[in-house]
């Protein structure tokens, strides 16, 4: 297991770097801007797509069918890729987390009723993009799970723009309904934990 860790984790180095480049400028944006909120969610969007990304990679390269010939059962083919994924949107979730705490307590508007709100909306975008779009991808390929992946992606983006716009939120604002959003965050993990358990019975059933 930790080999097939440290295998995925050596592709995120090599094949990812624009990612935390692109990361890096949306968190800059976000601390000078006021009233952008896409520039805090996309970050963590984007860290939520690496999973599909390194599957990608991995089927190109025929991967799988070497794997195939390795002592690792398939349960922990895919608990590899879940696994780093959730490192990476833990990483990033953290990341994001003190950067607003700093930018709201220099600018004075700090609230945690705000802050958890974010947070729990961070949460959300990070882990629902994967946990819709692995389980086709392990059971069908990345080729012929692809739409599961754009219409995850139009989902997430969606739900993203409907509470912006709906809630008039801004950088400095808040979420309405706090509690709910905590619930829905929460939600989110135990759908990536349901997505997980769905791809490992998926991918045993797959054949090739």
Known sequence: ??????????????????YLLICLVFIGVSIMSDDNFF??????????????TLLGYDERSKWDQYC????????????GKYLLGMGTQIGMLLLSA???????????AFSWKSFSSILSMLAILSFLTPAISLPPMFRWGVEKGRMAYYISVGLVCGISAFVVNVSDITLLGFLPNSAAMLLLG???LVA??????????????REG
């Open 1 to 18: 297991m930790k080999g097939l860790l440290l295998k995925d984790w050596y592709m995120v180095v090599k094949y990812c770097k624009a």
């Open 39 to 52: 520039f805090i969610l996309y970050p963590c969007i984007l860290c939520g797509m690496i999973p599909v």
């Open 68 to 79: 195939a010939a390795l002592p690792y059962t398939k349960a922990q083919i895919v608990s």
């Open 98 to 108: 003190v950067i607003q705490v700093i930018r709201m307590r220099v600018s004075g």
């Open 186 to 188: 929460l939600a989110s």
């Open 192 to 205: 990536y934990g349901i997505s997980w358990y769905l791809s490992i019975l998926f991918y045993q059933k």
